[in-house]
């Protein structure tokens, strides 16, 4: 864990919602963990004006940028262009002190500053030699993104960051990785996963959004479409502030279950789903670490399903004990906050068949983000039927939970009859834009109403 001076450490706190009664012969359990870090300085100072710290006082940190620079950039010039406007934004919003590079990437990735296998520290002026490093930036060649990410990973892991910075990457791309196969990208994917984080964006609509969505899980950051070249700059620079609010790296959510109970699932699901239960990594006897990346002050939801042993009626056991660690220089970790989980069995009726409500709105919204993937991978295929039937769930369930912003953007792919039926027409003319928008934000989730 990176140091700080005692008014700068974050805060974390684990909060668990749950009906913790099951009836008779009940054995599933589900939860919701809210992870909340407060109290970092991360609002205010540090990310509307990041260079209100001084060198040395943040939290240590690393930023590669990777810009597309493939031919294809050139078509429109507007995007080359754009992309040179927002690396410049972007660096202009890097911390005093900062370690960072940028890179070019085609079919090869090349550094265009600071180079020499170094990464240059951010003060005004070596932000102003990138900027210029800049200009040389042009577009031709090919597009293997993987090679970009081991560039990047190579720079990050430098002898000059501190083991415990906090370690990111920015990633833009406007077509697809058509010069190394899937399996190479997923291999590096696999070798850079827990090294770095990485917000990818695709610029236009000639790009992939599997590709690009799959980076931004397996790395845990960010990803969406800028459509339109000239909305580059304000991203990027949003990008890097809340890159540079990023206090503590490295942070797992620990699950420990007694004997005899089997996990079903662990997915974040606020402030989007991604599913981490293939990811765990072994952290001691009936105890696994799941991956979360970096914090800043934010808050996010995970849910947790177990599985219990059967138990009589009036029995009551602990489920599960939710931790956040972080690892130390020594190699052991340090636990943050904890939660539990607990499972009562009980006759009454009302007690044990009553559903969370948080539970109830994030199962809702995993399922609309599932439905939305189906309804469009189904239109594409030219199963109608199939793709109105999903996109109209999807309307309903973005109805009910209050997601207005996915609804806005399934109103651009269906016309939508009537909302709380689910009953939609499948639009005859989509632009390309509005799919992909929809496709690539469709795990964006909105937080559980509060309950009055």
């Given at each position: 864990m990176a140091i700080f001076s005692k008014s700068n450490?974050?805060?974390?706190?684990?909060?668990?919602?749950?009906?913790?009664?099951?009836?008779?012969?009940?054995?599933?359990?589900?939860?919701?963990?809210?992870?909340?870090?407060?109290?970092?300085?991360?609002i205010g100072s540090a990310v509307s004006a990041p260079h209100l710290y001084s060198a040395g006082q943040g939290p240590d940190a690393a930023v590669a940028i990777m810009v597309d620079c493939s031919g294809s950039m050139d078509y429109p010039p507007t995007k080359m262009r754009g992309a040179r406007d927002a690396t410049a934004a972007a660096i202009d919003a890097l911390r005093d002190g900062v370690h960072f590079a940028v890179i070019g990437g085609t079919h090869v990735a090349k550094e265009v500053y600071p180079g020499g296998g170094r990464l240059a520290v951010a003060d005004a002026g070596t932000r102003g030699q990138a900027k210029q490093a800049l200009r040389r930036l042009s577009a031709g060649g090919g597009?293997?993104?993987?090679?970009?990410l081991r560039l990047?990973?190579?720079?990050?892991?430098?002898?000059?960051?501190?083991?415990?910075?906090?370690?990111?990457?920015?990633?833009?791309?406007d077509g697809r990785n058509e010069h190394e196969s899937p399996e190479d990208l997923k291999a590096t994917l696999d070798a850079c996963a827990g090294r770095f984080t990485c917000d990818a964006r695709g610029v236009g609509t000639d790009w992939e959004v599997k590709e690009v969505t799959g980076i931004a899980s397996a790395l845990l950051g960010t990803a969406d479409i800028v459509a339109d070249p000239a909305g580059l700059?304000?991203?990027?620079?949003?990008?890097?502030?809340?890159?540079?609010?990023?206090?503590?790296?490295?942070?797992?959510?620990?699950?420990?279950?007694?004997?005899?109970?089997?996990?079903?699932?662990?997915k974040q699901v606020a402030p989007t789903v991604?599913?981490?239960?293939?990811?765990?990594?072994?952290?001691?006897?009936?105890?696994?670490?799941?991956?979360?990346?970096?914090?800043?002050?934010e808050s996010r939801d995970y849910h947790i399903c177990v599985r219990v042993p059967g138990a009589d009626l009036g029995q009551e056991m602990l489920a599960a004990r939710v931790s956040l660690v972080?690892?130390?220089?020594?190699?052991?970790?340090?636990?943050?906050?904890?939660?539990?989980?607990?499972?009562?069995?009980?006759?009454?009726?009302?007690?044990?068949?009553s559903i969370n409500p948080q539970v109830a709105h994030y199962t809702g919204q995993a399922e609309l983000a599932h439905v939305i993937q189906q309804g469009l991978d189904a239109r594409k295929s030219g199963d109608l039927d199939g793709a109105t039937a999903k996109l109209g769930r999807a309307?309903?369930?973005?109805?009910?939970?209050?997601?207005?912003?996915?609804?806005?953007?399934?109103?651009?792919v269906v016309d939508v009859v009537d909302a709380?039926?689910?009953?939609?027409?499948?639009?005859?003319?989509?632009?390309?834009a509005d799919e992909m928008t929809l496709e690539t934000r469709s795990t964006k989730t909105v937080r559980v109403k509060k309950q009055s």
């Open positions: 450490v974050p805060q974390f706190s684990v909060d668990v919602y749950q009906n913790e009664f099951l009836p008779e012969g009940g054995r599933e359990v589900n939860a919701i963990a809210t992870v909340t870090s407060t109290g970092g300085g991360t597009t293997a993104i993987g090679t970009w990047a990973d190579r720079l990050l892991a430098s002898a000059d960051v501190a083991p415990t910075a906090v370690r990111h990457g920015i990633l833009l791309t700059c304000a991203d990027f620079t949003r990008m890097m502030e809340e890159a540079m609010g990023k206090e503590v790296a490295d942070v797992s959510l620990r699950l420990w279950t007694p004997v005899g109970v089997e996990i079903q699932f662990v991604e599913d981490l239960t293939g990811r765990r990594t072994e952290a001691g006897p009936r105890a696994g670490d799941y991956p979360t990346g970096s914090w800043g002050d972080v690892p130390q220089p020594d190699g052991s970790t340090q636990t943050l906050s904890q939660g539990l989980v607990r499972a009562v069995w009980t006759d009454d009726m009302a007690a044990s068949t309307v309903q369930l973005a109805a009910t939970s209050g997601n207005a912003d996915t609804a806005k953007l399934l109103s651009k709380a039926e689910g009953t939609v027409r499948l639009k005859a003319k989509v632009a390309e």
